[in-house]
């Protein structure tokens, strides 16, 4: 019962925030990463860029935050995702962009405690200003965009095709399938789908 109020609420929070969503034009596949020598501060105390964290086999950018239910549902994802990233030679990047939460719930020491609770394995950066978010056009969180090693898009979307992370339910595991087909060097299909989250908080 608890957990079919969960998702009827983030649900609903879905509705709400697309209906209010800012219009960007996302990144389309095979269009090249931008700001990609941008320097962002993470939760370890570095900064970091894409370049920084781009492997050989390419770089997973998931854009997320630290309350949104969406994002709870899927970040026991996180740790499986970087682990499975660090497999294939992908590098693996969180990036929370909710500037309007700077001052509250995704300050970067709300980030830190967060990154600690939830058990990341990523590196987890501060995107001031929504300058990245707003480079790529990426609209929720979470929101993913996986590039091959020329930093050229090759998935946008969908972790997969649920938004509770329950494995028993997944039935597209469209974001594993998508890295495991990157470093194969097979065809990525579908390489974009929807996605689904909280409207990422621009100013």
Known sequence: MKKTRLLT????????????????????????????EAKMN???GKAYSLNDLKKDNGLLVVFSCNTCPFVIAWEDQYPKLGKLA???????????????????????EAMKEHYAKANYNTPYVLDEKHKLADAFG?????????????????????????YESRAKKVSKTYLEDAMGNLAAGKEIAPASTKEYGCTIKRV
Do not use: Q, W
């Open 86 to 108: 660090k497999e294939k030679n992908i590098g693996m990047v969180l990036v929370n962009s909710n500037e309007a939460k700077r001052k509250g719930d995704d300050s970067l």
């Open 9 to 36: 609420a983030a649900l609903f929070l879905a509705v709400v925030c697309f209906a209010f969503a800012p219009a960007f034009e996302t990144l389309e596949i095979g269009e090249k990463a931008p700001l990609t």
């Open 138 to 162: 990426a609209r929720t969180t979470p929101h993913v965009y996986l590039f091959d090693g020329n930093m050229k898009l090759v998935y946008r979307g969908s972790i997969n095709d649920m």
């Open 42 to 44: 993470a939760t370890d």
